[in-house]
Antibody, heavy 122, light 112 residues
Framework: EVQLVESGGGLVQPGGSLRLSCAAS????????MIWVRQAPGKGLEWVAN????????KYVDSVKGRFTFSRDNAKNSLYLQMNSLRAEDTAVYYC???????????????WGQGALVTVSS | QSVLTQPPSVSGAPGQRVTISCTGG?????????VNWYQQLPGAAPKLLIY???NRPSGVPDRFSGSKSGTSASLAITGLQAGDEADYYC????????????FGGGTKLTVL
């Protein structure tokens, strides 16, 4: 069974940093593109970042470029989202998910974690 | 303002059929990239419901069906059940600017 478990969420002040982790199990992690999606309180879903199987290609939504860094450790079956210069508008539940696709475009997200809440507030 | 447009809410009585529309444009659905649908039950993570415009993952009942035409797509749910009450999101890929995976704003389904 595919499992994705996020951790590392919490309360952080504006301008601060936080690192989210996502532990994967139940599938050959290194074979898949992976993504982060976030959901602000009471709002819809927003794709945040995407990473290739070997970590060599990454893509970010414009609003987080230069502030967030997506990485993976295939030996540990883990994803990481380093979030710097956090803003109030980054407050959201962050989900890691598996992307099914053959290229760096398109595809769909077939398995999701339970989410980690990040609150940016003073 | 979401790139893909969905109605904020739809409702139906148990046993009825409802449809949820998803309207995009020439830079996303109209390019030929597929539309996918996700169901988010209250307090839960999203779950893949339909992929590749009309395919159902194993375990998803055939009461759920998807279609696509031009720059729009639709999700149909027949034989409505109380357990279908959830938020539904469409998703595709947009080739404009830097290229992003995009979602609709979500539709709240209420079973009356």
């Amino acid at each position: 069974e595919v499992q994705l478990v996020e951790s590392g969420g919490g309360l952080v002040q504006p301008g601060g940093s936080l690192r989210l982790s996502c532990a994967a199990s139940g599938f050959t992690f290194s074979n898949y593109w992976m993504i982060w999606v976030r959901q602000a309180p009471g709002k819809g879903l927003e794709w945040v970042a995407n990473i290739k199987q070997d970590g060599s290609e990454k893509k970010y939504v414009d609003s987080v470029k230069g502030r967030f860094t997506f990485s993976r450790d295939n030996a540990k079956n883990s994803l990481y989202l380093q979030m710097n210069s956090l803003r109030a508008e980054d407050t959201a539940v962050y989900y890691c998910a598996r992307r099914i696709a053959e290229t760096n475009t398109g595809g769909y997200f077939d398995s999701w974690g339970q989410g980690a809440l990040v609150t940016v507030s003073s | 303002q979401s790139v893909l447009t969905q109605p904020p809410s739809v409702s139906g009585a148990p046993g009825q059929r409802v449809t949820i529309s998803c309207t995009g444009g020439s830079s996303n659905i109209g390019t030929g990239y597929t539309v996918n649908w996700y169901q988010q039950l209250p307090g839960a993570a999203p779950k893949l419901l339909i992929y590749g415009n009309f395919n159902r993952p194993s375990g998803v009942p055939d009461r759920f069906s998807g279609s696509k035409s031009g720059t729009s797509a639709s999700l149909a749910i027949t034989g409505l059940q109380a357990g279908d009450e959830a938020d539904y999101y469409c998703q595709s890929y947009d080739i404009s600017l830097s290229g992003n995976w995009v979602f609709g704003g979500g539709t709240k389904l209420t079973v009356l």
